[in-house]
T-cell receptor, first 114, second 114 residues
Framework: QKEVEQDPGPLSVPEGAIVSLNCTYSNSAFQYFMWYRQYSRKGPELLMYTYSSGNKEDGRFTAQVDKSSKYISLFIRDSQPSDSATYLCAMITLTTDSWGKLQFGAGTQVVVTP | NAGVTQTPKFRILKIGQSMTLQCTQDMNHNYMYWYRQDPGMGLKLIYYSVGAGITDKGEVPNGYNVSRSTTEDFPLRLELAAPSQTSVYFC?????????????FGPGTRLLVL
């Protein structure tokens, strides 16, 4: 079983719709939960992160973490064609010497059609 | 700041050839990483470094070597290229402290081994 599971999609939505993405994980020691966005033929870039459980909002983006269910979500409101990208979830546990291995999901390709 | 730069952008290798993928960062980050990304498989860690002169293996190190003689540079060496090494390679760097150790990625090198 992979440590982080993510549906690769593609997920196609019309402009203005809400995009819902999620990941499940098996390692209860993960502390930080991140979403990276990757445009075609580019490197991933951090979109937002959450520490432990709870919600975090940044403009049209909302990240949710449910540690009891080992489930994280990303919602994109009022989606735009510029949101078309691959979204990768990632998680990390930091050791006492500050090192941590980032564990990525496979990434979900999102296509927002005008 | 240029961030993380990688060269070359694209390369075709014949089976058995060798090459070095270059990576440079100008953010004075302690940590640097090499990942490979295959379709639908997410990012797999090849090697990482916590500082000049210190490197360690990630999940998929076989067929690769690294060195880190300076803070800025972290080249990845492929010896005896094989078709299984056809992939997109990303270099990344991060600070040693602060939050989730956000990783900043380069634009990637596309490698095709024929």
């Amino acid at each position: 079983q992979k440590e982080v599971e993510q549906d690769p999609g593609p997920l196609s939505v019309p402009e203005g719709a809400i995009v819902s993405l999620n990941c499940t994980y098996s390692n209860s020691a993960f502390q930080y939960f991140m979403w990276y966005r990757q445009y075609s033929r580019k490197g991933p870039e951090l979109l937002m992160y959450t520490y432990s459980s709870g919600n975090k909002e940044d403009g049209r983006f909302t990240a949710q973490v449910d540690k009891s269910s080992k489930y994280i979500s990303l919602f994109i409101r009022d989606s735009q064609p510029s949101d078309s990208a691959t979204y990768l979830c990632a998680m990390i546990t930091l050791t006492t010497d500050s090192w941590g291995k980032l564990q990525f999901g496979a990434g979900t390709q999102v296509v927002v059609t005008p | 700041n240029a961030g993380v730069t990688q060269t070359p952008k694209f390369r075709i290798l014949k089976i058995g050839q060798s090459m070095t993928l270059q990576c440079t960062q100008d953010m004075n980050h302690n940590y640097m990483y090499w990942y490979r990304q295959d379709p639908g498989m997410g990012l797999k860690l090849i090697y990482y470094s916590v500082g000049a002169g210190i490197t360690d293996k990630g999940e998929v190190p076989n067929g690769y070597n690294v060195s880190r003689s300076t803070t800025e540079d972290f080249p990845l060496r492929l010896e005896l290229a094989a078709p299984s090494q056809t992939s997109v390679y990303f270099c990344a760097s991060s600070y040693r402290s602060g939050g989730p150790r956000t990783q900043y990625f380069g634009p990637g090198t596309r490698l095709l081994v024929l």
